[in-house]
């Protein structure tokens, strides 16, 4: 059955099937983290050469019930035809207490996983072309206002036009976008400019998650594959406070409730499905009190970057490196 991404809501709650294809990476997060929310369950996240790879424990993990474990949402990365015997041998099982969202790429018309999902009366077809410039300057616009931002349309093409037609692109220029503009009503386009030019084979999001997550090793490969001046620092911190101060509400609710998928689950705004597990980590790894304390650590190298702008690469280097080594789980 063929829906439309806006057509979610009509998906009954007892679908167990569902295939996502398509190039807009963004659209397909935006629809999966929609399937997920409207159901209470644990995640698994899979690869499809990781299935073909270790095919019996994930079987064992779809067809093993437990009394003390929510409903199961598997999800399926790099989804293609290779994976059809399977899938198909799963519909034919009575499956219960289980979603299954399969995240495909580009799927051509003679797909056999794409007819298979098309037909079946059970199984929803979500496809997830590009978009256009008329929905990405909506969303665009929408953010500016929410924000309170006031911003030029030609500034909005700009960013649009930066974008490839992908949504999942333009949140992460908008990000960037609002961890600059903190307490600005304005931004001009010579800073929107210099934003989303802003060279990176790494994004800044995944500099500060796998700081937060402890992973220095991952942390030194981005550090060597980036040239970053003095101009981008501000940027990361500002980065580095807002994904702080996520996890510290995420944490002090974690510490009232004392369960980390309905604290992820039920977090607002919404956690995207595929940050789900890295916010796990963080959350493992960072309590309530020292969270408190890194971000007055942040706002304090703020502070020494602007007393000494032309150090900033190294203060905010020697940074990241120090909070993803110290020993914050106590």
């Not at 064992?60 to 990365?77: A, P, T």
């Not at 989804?79 to 051509?108: F, M, P, Q, T």
């Not at 256009?132 to 309170?148: P, Q, W």
Request: proline share 2%; hydrophobic share 35%.
């Amino acid at each position: 059955m063929i829906l439309k991404t806006f057509e979610l809501r009509k998906i009954s709650n007892n679908t167990i099937f569902y295939l996502l294809y398509g190039k807009n990476e963004g659209l397909k997060t935006e629809c999966i983290n929609k399937i997920i929310n409207k159901n209470n369950g644990k995640i698994f996240n899979y690869d499809e050469k990781q299935i073909k790879e270790q095919l019996e424990p994930f079987y064992e993990n779809i067809l093993s019930n437990s009394l003390f474990e929510d409903e199961k949402i598997i999800i399926i990365n790099r989804g293609s035809d290779k994976i059809y015997e399977i899938i198909a041998d799963l519909i034919d099982r009575n499956l219960n207490n289980i979603k299954i969202i399969i995240n495909a790429g580009i799927l051509e018309t003679k797909s056999k996983l794409r007819s298979l999902f098309e037909k079946g009366q059970n199984l929803v077809c979500i496809p997830t072309y590009p978009d256009n410039h008329v929905t990405l300057s909506r969303l665009t616009s929408d953010f500016f206002k929410s924000e309170k931002i006031s911003v030029s349309q030609q500034n909005i093409n700009l960013i649009v036009e930066k974008c490839n037609g992908d949504r999942n692109n333009l949140y992460n220029e908008l990000s960037k976008i609002k961890n600059f503009a903190i307490n600005k009503e304005k931004i001009s386009s010579q800073e929107i400019l210099k934003l989303i030019n802003l060279s990176e084979n790494y994004g800044l999001s995944e500099l500060i998650d796998n700081c937060l997550s402890k992973n220095k090793k991952k942390i030194i490969n981005i550090l060597n594959e980036n040239n970053y001046n003095t101009e981008d620092c501000i940027i990361i911190l500002r980065t580095f406070l807002s994904k702080a101060k996520r996890i510290l509400k995420l944490a002090n609710q974690l510490e009232l409730n004392k369960d980390v998928n309905k604290t992820i689950n039920t977090a607002k705004p919404p956690i995207f499905w595929k940050d789900k597990d890295i916010v796990k980590i963080q959350l493992n790894k960072w309590k309530p009190k020292k969270i408190k304390e890194l971000i007055k650590s942040i706002n304090n190298i703020e502070l020494e970057i602007k007393k000494s702008y032309g150090n900033s690469v190294l203060i905010i280097t020697n940074f990241i490196l120090e909070k993803a080594s110290s020993d914050i789980n106590n």
